[in-house]
Each structure stands twice: as C-alpha cells, then as structure tokens.
C-alpha cells in the first residue's frame, strides 16, 4: 500500500520556468491537499480539494493553479516559478476521520 | 477565521526530563478537530493524535499525553521522559469537518539532548 506518492522529490527550476508537482494517492480518500513548508512557517494551505470536481484555495495560493484530475490524483502548477516558491512541498489526503495522511515531499528551488 | 499558535519556537531539554508543548487554536465551527503531527529530522510527517471538539477526554499514549480544553481552546502536549529521539518538531493543526481545510501552526521545534 503505497499510500501518498508525490513526484518529483527535488527538482531546480530557472525562474519563469513551469513546473507540475504531480500527487496520487491509493486510499480512496474523498479530499486532497497541498501544503508548502518553510522555515518558520510552518506548512501552509496552498489549495485543496474537498471531493473530486471541487478545488479551493487555501491560505496561500497566488502563483499556483491545481487540477483534481480524478480521485486520485491531485496536480499542482507553477506557471512561471519565482524564487519566492523555493519551498518543500507537500501533499495529502484525508478520509472520513478527517485524519491527514501525507507524501514525502518535494524539494523544490527556484534560482 | 481559523488560526493555531504555537508560541513556542524552539524548546531544549535534558533527556528524562518532561516536556510540554502548547497549541492554543482559534475557531468558530462547533465541530472540528485538532491534530498533532511529528517531522523528525528525516522529513516525513508524523501523525500522532486526532481529537474531535466533542471529546475533552485526555488521552495518554506511552510516554505521550495530550490535554484538550475548550474552555482555553488549548491542546497541549506533554512528553514525559523526554529521549533523544523524541527530537523533531511539532505541528499542531485545526481542522473544520464543515470546510475540509486544515491549518498548521508554525511548529515548535524540540531539542533533546542527551
């Protein structure tokens, strides 16, 4: 049981470049969501998805879009990566006992 | 709006000693529920414990217990004993089964030396 698998795990980007950070999940959770963590910060709601068909933004989304593509998977965007993004990121899900269950992370820097 | 402070930035200890951890959350739902979360070293994410705002019932597992007061919208976290691998740092998190959304607070970090 794989459970939250993100991919890439590292990645380097120019700035300006685009970037998908792609998330499945094999739990049949209803909701899927994607978190950034810096320093200090701690992790940070960038958007989420409830159900399938249905994306919200979180606390911090400028500068990213998402796609629920089906119950699965949960994709996040960077049209035009900053280095403000360089961040790791994370992804979940969360079934009926609203329990997060988390990917190991993608380490992404924008130079 | 929801919010989750956890003042405490970065605590050190001496092995064996206790150690507790605040969180201190900011809600109007009347359910929700409230997490904690370990990140050692390593990077993953831990789940320790989930309580529902309906269940004030302390809970203590092993070295770990949690105290949950609605009264102080506080939920913190004791480490009895602490060792060195207990040192990692802890997210407390709000969650509304109304929005699905999950807030972090900004962790605290906890040292344990040995």
């Known amino acids: 049981n794989a459970g939250v698998t993100q991919t890439p795990k590292f990645q380097v980007l120019k700035t300006g470049q685009s970037m998908t950070l792609q998330c499945a999940q094999d739990?049949?959770?209803?909701?899927m969501y994607w978190y950034r963590q810096d320093p200090g910060m701690g992790l940070r709601l960038i958007y989420y998805?409830?159900?399938?068909?249905?994306?919200d933004k979180g606390e911090v989304p400028n500068g990213y879009n998402v796609s629920r593509l089906n119950k699965r998977e949960f994709s996040l965007r960077l049209e035009s990566a900053a280095p403000s993004q360089t961040s790791v990121y994370f992804c979940?899900?969360?079934?009926?006992?609203?329990?997060?269950?988390f990917g190991s992370g993608t380490q992404l820097s924008v130079l | 709006a929801q919010k989750v402070t956890q003042a405490q930035t970065e605590i050190s200890v001496v092995e064996k000693e206790d150690v507790t951890l605040d969180c201190v959350y900011e809600?109007?739902?009347?359910?929700?529920?409230l997490f904690w979360y370990k990140q050692p070293p390593s990077g993953e994410l831990v789940f320790l414990i989930r309580?529902?705002?309906?269940?004030?019932q302390n809970e203590i597992s092993g070295r770990y217990s949690w105290n949950f007061q609605k009264s102080t919208s506080s939920f913190n976290f004791t480490i009895t004993a602490s060792q060195v691998v207990d040192s990692a740092v802890y997210f407390c998190?709000?969650?509304?089964?109304?929005?699905?959304?999950?807030?972090f607070g900004t962790g605290t970090r906890l040292k344990v030396l040995a």
């Open positions: 979940a899900s969360s079934d009926y006992r609203a329990q997060l269950f």
């Open positions: 739990m049949n959770h209803n909701s």
């Open positions: 998805s409830a159900s399938e068909g249905t994306t």
């Open positions: 809600t109007r739902d009347t359910t929700y529920y």
């Open positions: 309580r529902n705002s309906f269940d004030e």
């Open positions: 998190a709000l969650g509304s089964s109304g929005t699905y959304k999950y807030i």
